[in-house]
Each structure stands twice: as structure tokens, then as C-alpha cells.
């Protein structure tokens, strides 16, 4: 699937569920929408592509701000070949929020648990996760180390962490990063007291919102596509989805989980461009999880999945042989008419702290 035919798909996505079950994927013959319930009672938007005798499961968890829609395209990839199982974590999507919420990385862990024992009871699982998504990962790990190397034979760590994030000063100086970090959870307390005001304002500015955070989202210009993509994602998300959350990534701690990935293959992949979840988070994880390789795509910054598909089908599909013995199709993926490894474009600049994020990169090759 394009980036133009994702769009097309998102302009027919009905945020609050498609009435009498209808929605941009009804009638086609290979995809279950089931929604399971959560040991909380939310309940979970799911998609399920089956693959005539296909062994093996691959479960994909997505991004903060984002929903099963940012995988779209590894699924294509993956027709006929593996079973494909995306969700939408609660609050995102077409999934429930719950009240009172529970926005915790160990929700999103036994959220997950629930996805398996609903989507993915037999056979060997793959799990993908990209940023918040390999955190709910972690979570499982945490709760259910016992799961990884029985039923879970591999794991994709892309754009992720396990913790200190309150660190991170995506590209400004830090004294200046600091204070961001105190001052973002009060902002958006506030905002979450307006919130249906704010919900309101953002979808009309959602373009605007893109062009003061795309510096931060990707590693290089990205097209039009993937920017309406991109922007339609983060609108849809509720604020009070994203202040509650906000305050957990940046306290939550899951070094503690990593040793039980170890059993079993883990791929590691970071944009060496990435502000949001720099490359010396991919090495702590790739360094703290026994046997993991670390995968450092050049020019890629923190959503790898819209801006560099290709690039991660073809480290999925390595991790897939390396895991399962499954072989990727005879032909390479394209996506959009690009081969896999895409001329990059001029590197864009942070809008703040350009100078701090140069010293950054600096740091790090020394």
C-alpha cells in the first residue's frame, strides 16, 4: 500500500468506530476487525490479516499519536505470507480510553497480553513495536517473561526506550530541555480541563502542527503523503489522551523487563536522526538485551514507519528469516514507486536548538 492509498484510507477512517461495523477495510475477504476486551473492560480495536497456512503471527504495536494505520504498509508486505495483527492501544484509534483511565506502560503491557490470547493463540508470534509500542513490549516482558521463547520467537525494537526520557533533550540546549520537561506536564494538565475546546481548535490547525514539529518527527523532507498522513494521526489523538500518557513516558522504567527478550532473536532500529528516542537509547536496549544487533538506519529520524517503510521491511523481513526461517517475497518492496533504500533529500534542521543539536551528534562520535 502507498502513502497516497494510506491517506485515501484515513480520509474514511471514523475516529469513534464505522457504523454497523463498516469502515475502509469492510468486504475484504483476508481481514478480521474483532474487538477484544481488555482486563480493564476497555475495548480494542484489532485487525486481523489472515494468510492461508501461514505459521507464524506478526503482532505490530504502534507509536504514541499514531494508530494501526502507521503499519498498513508492513502488512501489505506481509500478505500471503504470515499472519498480521494490528491494534490500536487504548485512547488511539478506534480503540476505548476507559474511566477512570489507566495510561500506564504496564497497562499497555497486559493490553497486549490480551491481543495475543484474543489474535494470536497458536503458532510462533513475531512482536513490532515502534516507539510507545516497544514500551506495551516491554510491559509484556515484565508481566509475562515466561511468554518469550514459547510462544514469542522474536521481537523488533524500533525507535523505542526503556526508560530516562526525562533526559532527552530532542535537539535543545539543556538547561532549556529541562525546563520544557517541567513545564510540559503543567501545560497539559491545563489544556486537558478545555478539552473538548482544544480537540476542537486542533483538528483545523493540524497542518500548522505539523510544520512545528515535522523537524522533530523526521530526519529528512518527506512528501506530501506522509505529511497528511502524519498530521490526520496526530489530530485524531485526544488531548486528554496525550497528557496522561505524557506524564508516564517520562517517568516509566523498564530496564528491569530486558533480559527476558534474550531468549530470543531482538532487532534494534533507530534513525541516527531520531531527537525523540536518540541512538544512545537503541544502544542501552541493544547493549542490556542479550544477543539483540542494533540497526542504525542513516538520515531516519523518530517515525520510521512512515518515513522509511522500506527500510524497515527489509530489517523485519531479516528479523523474520533470522526468527522463523520465513523468506520474503521473490521481488524487493517497493513502496510508492521508491526502491528500498531512497535518495535522501537535504537534512531539515530543528526549528529550536539547531546549535545544541549539532553538538549532540558531535557528543556522539566521540
Known sequence: ???????????????????????????????????????????LHVEVQEAADARVTVVFC?????????????????????????????????????????????????????????????????????????????GLAEAHPELFGERIVGVLLAATSSGDLSSVTIGLPERTARVLHRMVPVALTTLRHQARLVDAARLPLGGMSFVLTRSYLFGARVSKEVAE?????????PIEVIADFYKELIAYDKRAALPALGRVPVLVMVGDRDLITPVRHAEALAAE??????AVI????????????????????????????????AEPTVVNGQD???????????????????????????
Not at 2 to 7: A, L, N
Open 298 to 329: 542513516p538520515g531516519a529520524g523518530h517515525l520510521l514507519t512512515l518515513e522509511r517503510a522500506a527500510d524497515v521491511n527489509r530489517h523485519l523481513w531479516a528479523l523474520l528469516r533470522r526468527a522463523t526461517g520465513l523468506e520474503p517475497p
Open 62 to 138: 504502534h507509536g504514541f499519536l499514531l494508530n494501526s494505520t502507521s503499519w498498513h504498509v508492513q502488512r501489505d508486505a506481509l500478505a500471503g505470507r504470515a499472519r498480521a495483527v494490528l491494534w490500536d492501544l487504548r485512547g488511539h484509534g478506534r480503540s476505548g480510553w476507559g474511566d477512570p483511565p489507566n495510561a500506564t506502560i504496564d497497562q499497555l503491557g497486559r493490553d497486549l497480553y490480551s491481543v495475543l490470547e484474543a489474535a494470536a493463540r497458536e503458532g510462533p508470534v513475531v512482536l513490532v513495536g515502534h516507539s510507545m509500542g516497544g514500551m506495551a513490549i516491554l
Open 340 to 366: 528500498p533504500a531512497p535518495r535522501l533529500r537535504p537534512e531539515r534542521k530543528p526549528l529550536l536548538g539547531g546549535r545544541a543539536a549539532r553538538r549532540e551528534k558531535g557528543r556522539r562520535r566521540s
Open 1 to 43: 500500500m502507498s502513502f497516497t492509498e494510506i491517506t485515501k484510507v484515513l480520509g474514511t477512517w471514523w475516529p469513534d468506530g464505522s457504523p454497523d461495523g463498516a469502515g475502509p477495510n469492510a468486504g475484504q475477504p483476508d481481514l478480521r476487525t474483532p474487538t477484544i476486551t481488555a482486563d480493564d473492560g476497555v475495548r
Open 229 to 237: 498522513v502524519t498530521t490526520r494521526l496526530m489530530s485524531s489523538v
Open 289 to 294: 538485551i542479550p544477543g539483540a544487533e542494533l
